[in-house]
């Protein structure tokens, strides 16, 4: 089999950005597992035995022949990129050449090979710098197994320097998840010494795949969106020579200082990226003519966090940070969850590859994204459309867990005791709610073609208005103004900070000349003004604005006022909460009272049923 691992061009390596990346167990975990991707692995087991400083990949990848095994560990050598303009066309995880290099200076590597269609496997143990001192036959399946023993053992001091090796071992988890996520299709087993630590199966897609690794999720909680997308217009290209400028970015001497511009050559134990596999499929999702969203959030009535630690970026398959479009995610949530609450949000973004600068950072986590406005806007509706209450969006299975817990309340209450089965059917439902009765002035019973919906009326109504006051906030003059009586300096501050005009009117009085349109015919006018006085910004203000003006729960509504809600609310951008996070609507399934109601059960001809 002919050779695909070359040594890159003086003028290639000048351009790839320098650092250290082979910091820890987890870096090590992540060259292998992506060469492993690279190589269209459809199966990784990654074994660990920490207090050796020891890691094994194992793959069932295309492998390597036997004079790619040769060349594999040498510097700046790869089987993926060959000249400048490639840097501008990676479709792949790695390519910079430089990862098992780089193991050859810090560890002992060994790697065993055999290429698909193979009739021997090679076993090669390299020296330091990455010649190959032994080689040998090794009877060996399809695929590579590469181990890396003795980690930092000739620089004692890196291994003081780390984390302890817990704190690693879960560095490993969160890094085979996130790799994960980008691969649903990839079957993962990872052992710790000798033992299974965890495995994740194959899932058709990411929504399937999450309930594994955050276990408090079910898929019932999550909603998964792809869209294909367009490129967008006039990207910008770069130098006159017709390739982008490289950024200007830090690396790491030997000595461990930063110093300046990516285009010196990397020190000799500068370590990334991978040049083992060759022959590697392109992805066929980056080289379509359209760039692909791949969404999954969880549902703000559902599932939420303490922290935005589940607010994740891949950009073709690499989990990728980048605080621009994660502020983004956060903004498309804006007011649809609890007070100090965070999304759970998934979002993957395949974009072809001239729009993406990888030359950022050494370990590719950053990335320079041409035309960021576009793709921030493509998010921002994306996460909208998610959002929606639609007939693909409201399935059966959402509402199992509550439905569930609501009948079982409502039999322990009756005579019996009956413990319904959950369906599996996913039966989506018509988007056509139909006002019915009215539950305590304070809940809305609608019909819907798969069931009955309730609606919490004052909740409902304000997320209606609080929409509208965002797109069209007025502010109308009145008369007589409002009086208001011993209002501090940071009060009076606050009113002309949202925009009403506000004026003394004697010791300790001031007169309000000015309202929020929806306030002007309320009789408590005077105290929703006063409510607003107390802090927040112009969405804090609309919120309570909305909050104060929604139908108040015990309110007699006509059926007709409660269709006209109905409509309106289903035509909210985010129906499912209102603006504190709260849930508006629950919905009782057809199927869910159908076993309630014990009609599938079969009592007998003879009694006419």
Not at 43 to 48: E, I, K, Q, S, Y
Not at 340 to 369: G, M, Q, T, V
């Amino acid at each position: 089999m002919m050779s695909t691992i070359q040594a890159l061009p003086a003028e290639v390596v000048h351009l790839i950005t320098a650092g250290e990346v082979i910091d820890s167990l987890a870096s090590v975990v992540r060259e292998l597992v992506e060469n492993s991707l690279d190589a269209n692995a459809t199966r990784v087991v990654v074994c660990l035995w920490p207090q050796q400083w020891r890691v094994r990949v194992a793959d069932n990848g295309c492998g390597m022949a036997f004079d790619d095994l040769h060349k594999a560990a040498t510097a700046h050598s790869t089987s993926k990129i060959s000249s400048c303009a490639d840097l501008w066309k990676i479709t792949s995880l790695g390519f910079r050449g430089e990862a098992l290099h780089s193991l050859t200076t810090l560890a002992d590597l060994e790697i065993l090979s055999r290429p698909q269609g193979g009739d021997c496997g090679w076993r090669v143990v390299y020296g330091y710098a990455g010649e190959a001192l032994y080689v040998e036959a090794a009877a060996i399946a399809p695929g590579t197994v590469v181990t890396v023993s003795n980690l930092f053992g000739n620089c004692s001091g890196r291994r003081e320097a780390l984390p302890t090796l817990a704190q690693q071992m879960k560095a490993v988890q969160a890094t085979i998840h996130q790799i994960a996520l980008c691969h649903p299709h990839i079957t993962w087993q990872v052992w710790q010494n000798d033992r299974e630590w965890f495995t994740l199966y194959p899932a058709t897609s990411i929504g399937q795949l999450l309930p594994q690794i955050l276990h408090q999720v079910k898929e019932a909680d999550l909603q998964e969106l792809k869209l294909e997308i367009p490129h967008p217009e006039n990207s910008e290209l770069r130098t006159q020579n017709g390739l982008r400028s490289a950024p200007l970015t830090e690396h790491r001497t030997q000595n461990g200082l930063r110093s300046a511009p990516l285009t010196e050559l990397r020190t000799q134990n500068s370590e990334r990226a991978t040049p083992r596999y060759a022959n590697r499929t392109q992805n066929t999702e980056h080289r379509t003519q359209n760039s692909a969203l791949h969404l999954v959030i969880g549902l703000p009535d559902r599932c939420h966090r303490h922290r935005p630690d589940w607010v994740r970026v891949a950009v073709n398959g690499r989990m990728v940070k980048s605080s621009e479009l994660e502020q983004t995610i956060l903004s498309g949530f804006h007011r649809t969850l609890p007070r100090d609450r965070y999304p759970i949000c998934f979002l993957h973004l395949l974009i072809s590859p001239e729009h993406i600068n990888w030359n950022r950072n050494p370990a590719k986590s950053e990335i320079y994204l041409n035309q960021l406005s576009y793709w921030q806007e493509q998010i921002t509706q994306a996460i909208a459309q998610a959002l929606r209450i639609n007939s693909t969006s409201v399935k059966d299975a959402v509402h199992t867990t509550r439905v569930s817990k609501l009948l079982k309340a409502a039999e322990e209450k009756g005579g019996y005791n009956i413990n319904p089965t959950n369906p599996c059917e996913d039966k989506s439902t018509a988007h056509s709610l139909k006002a019915v009765a009215q539950v305590n002035n304070t809940y809305i019973v609608a019909e819907h073609p798969s069931g009955v919906w309730l609606v919490e009326q004052h909740i409902a109504h304000e997320r209606v208005l609080y929409e509208q006051l965002c797109d069209d906030w007025k502010i109308i003059p009145i008369e007589p103004p409002v009086i208001l009586y011993q209002l501090s300096p940071a009060q009076v501050s606050q009113l002309q900070h949202i925009g009403l005009d506000i004026e003394t009117f004697g010791e300790q009085l001031w007169a309000v000349r000015s309202v929020p349109a929806l306030l002007q015919q309320r009789d408590d006018c005077a105290d929703a003004i006063l409510e607003l006085s107390w802090g927040g910004d112009l969405q804090t203000a609309q919120v309570a604005v909305a909050c104060r003006s929604a139908i108040r729960n015990g309110t007699t509504l006509s059926i007709q006022e409660m269709q006209t809600l109905l409509d309106e609310w289903q035509r909210t951008r985010n129906p499912r909460t209102c603006p504190h996070g709260r849930p508006i609507y629950l919905s009782l399934e057809e199927s869910a009272l159908a076993r309630f109601f014990k009609r599938h059960w079969v009592i007998g001809k003879s009694h006419g049923i």
